[in-house]
């Protein structure tokens, strides 16, 4: 199915990403790590995990903002 064209479509798909299955969250962040489940899609929970780490950096941001206010 990679590479392949289908009716309409001007771009191939291209190959999946090979990704094991893992139990729960918890444990694909503890087998994979935060930033490979969430940007090398290792396993199936990249996108609960990028969200994770969406909470990480807009709570690191906005304590700097914070931060810089009473400066």
Known sequence: MAGDLRKGERIPRRELPEFEEAGG?????????LIQTALEDTNEYGPHSMIVLLMIVATITGGALLAFRYI
Request: proline letters at 0%.
């Open 25 to 33: 969250l918890s444990t694909a962040i503890a087998r994979d790590g």
